[in-house]
């Protein structure tokens, strides 16, 4: 576990917080779900910070709904933009099962998502600390807080298996 730029920020607390384990689990769960109906096993989770609701929850639907865009992380975001009736979920954090492309930073950053929790680094398709590192450029106005590394080892487990697989 590691957290990413100097946010003076107890990692002791973050590692011992239970309910980011429970709401990693939940994304996992997500992820697992998708693998099952030929997706890329990827998960996302949108929380209200301040009660700990749930707000939406999925996986990718790229191939079952025929969109490029379907990723977990658009997919959690717009409904919980819609439940909220708010294109901003302020106070919310998203935990997704890998890091984020640059796509789906560019909207984290959009919805200003409080904190971003996510899985393994994707050196390929990743947008957050790999590639394009969104939240590093001059045109993002805002970056969340970002965590990485929760249950990576899993995470990158769960795609290299779903990868072989598929060979
Ligand atoms: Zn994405």
Redesign the pocket.
Known sequence: MYVLDDLNLNIESIVMNKSANTFMELAFAEAIAAEEIGEVPVGAVVVDSLSGEVISAAGNRVEVHHDPSA????IAIQRASHKRMSPRLINCDLYVTLE??P??AQAISYARIRRLYFGALDSKGGGVESGARIFHQSSCRHKPEIYGGLCAGRSADMLRNFFQSKR
Do not use: D, N, W, Y
């Open positions: 990723h977990a992380e658009l984020p492309c796509m789906c």
